[in-house]
């Protein structure tokens, strides 16, 4: 799908039907033909159009003739209720900016639904620090939520015994992962672009990157901390679950040993033999169930005062 916008000199932005110059190209999830549309008009090659749809794509700062590509990963929330993360490619050309992703990203949506203060379409330099920063905030966000949600697990494991919660806290983990690794890959690509030539820089401009550097760091800080009490969460609930478990089997013991003297002492009277103590006796039935109790009871007792239960 493609979407064009372009905003005047007062910030209003209109969508309108082909690409001018001033304008912003938005692609989401696009068709072979829609490529090569895009490719027809800004001249962009076709290999760097196509390099946001791969999910393994690595964040990067290429700089061509007539073009520069920023690609770098941001964060998304799928239908599954799983954090990952996915590469957004911006494209500044001569005339115009051109975003393509996957997906339909939150960050761009602000842009396009003018959410965001000071945005113009024409200043293309401008408009791409603040994709970045609205990605750097958009991660701080999402580790916001992923602690909550841990906190929200935590306290399920604290009543459970069951491996679900952690499988949960596993699939955080993996998120914070993900996170961590697209956060210094991006690093890499803004200390690059903070140093590089090839894109013009007004001083409000460099001002603005500074700060996305700033909160993509804090970001990083954020997942390497959470992460760390994550691995030492998981790490006690897994021996807490492990010790909850011995109790239970340990109970289950003592109780077996206990309960076994009653069935041996009735197996025994079970026999059909003459001289078995008490067969004759017209109390001989209580006497052995009373000896059975007496002797688990002292086992039990026992067994109490060694705290074994």
């Known amino acids: 799908m493609i979407m064009i916008y372009k905003s005047d000199e007062n910030g209003q932005i209109d969508q309108v039907d082909t690409p001018e110059e001033g304008c912003w190209v938005a692609l989401t999830h696009p068709t072979s033909e829609e490529l090569e549309e895009i490719e027809r008009v800004t001249e962009i090659d076709i290999d760097d159009l196509k390099a946001p749809l ?11 003739n007539d073009y520069t590509m920023v690609l770098v990963d941001i964060p998304f929330h799928n239908d ?5 993360t996915i ?6 050309t001569k005339k ?6 996957l997906v339909d990203p939150s960050i761009l ?7 965001v203060k000071d945005f113009y379409t024409f200043k293309r330099t401008r408009f791409l620090f603040q994709i970045l920063y609205r990605n750097a905030t958009s991660y701080l966000r999402y580790l916001r939520i992923i602690d909550r949600k841990s906190d929200q697990i935590e ?37 690059k672009m903070l140093r590089t030539d090839k894109i013009k820089k ?35 609930f897994a021996s807490v679950i492990s010790n909850n478990q011995n109790g239970v089997m340990k109970v289950l013991a003592v109780a077996t040993i206990v309960l076994s003297i009653p069935t041996i002492i009735s ?30 009871g002292a086992i039990a007792f026992v067994l109490y005062k060694k705290k074994i239960f």
Not at 96 to 101: P, R
Not at 171 to 186: A, D
Request: proline content about 3%.
């Open 54 to 64: 791969d999910m393994e794509e690595r964040s990067r700062l290429e700089t061509e």
């Open 80 to 84: 599954e209720d799983h954090y990952e």
């Open 87 to 92: 590469p957004l490619g911006i494209y500044l």
């Open 96 to 101: 115009l900016i051109v975003t393509i992703c």
């Open 109 to 115: 949506k602000a842009f396009s639904k003018k959410r």
């Open 155 to 191: 306290e399920k494991l604290e009543r459970s015994q069951k491996n679900s919660e952690l499988l949960e806290l596993m699939g955080l983990e993996k998120s914070l992962v993900y996170f961590t690794t697209s956060l210094r890959s991006n690093e890499v690509v803004l200390e």
């Open 202 to 236: 007004y001083p409000d401009d460099e001002d603005l990157l500074e700060d996305v550097i700033i909160e993509n760091k804090q970001a990083i800080e954020m997942a390497n901390i959470y992460t760390g009490i994550l691995n030492g969460v998981m790490g006690t």
């Open 267 to 296: 197996s025994y009277y079970g026999m059909n033999f003459d001289f078995i103590p008490f067969a004759h006796e017209p109390l001989g039935f209580v006497i052995a169930i009373g000896l059975s109790l007496l002797i688990s």
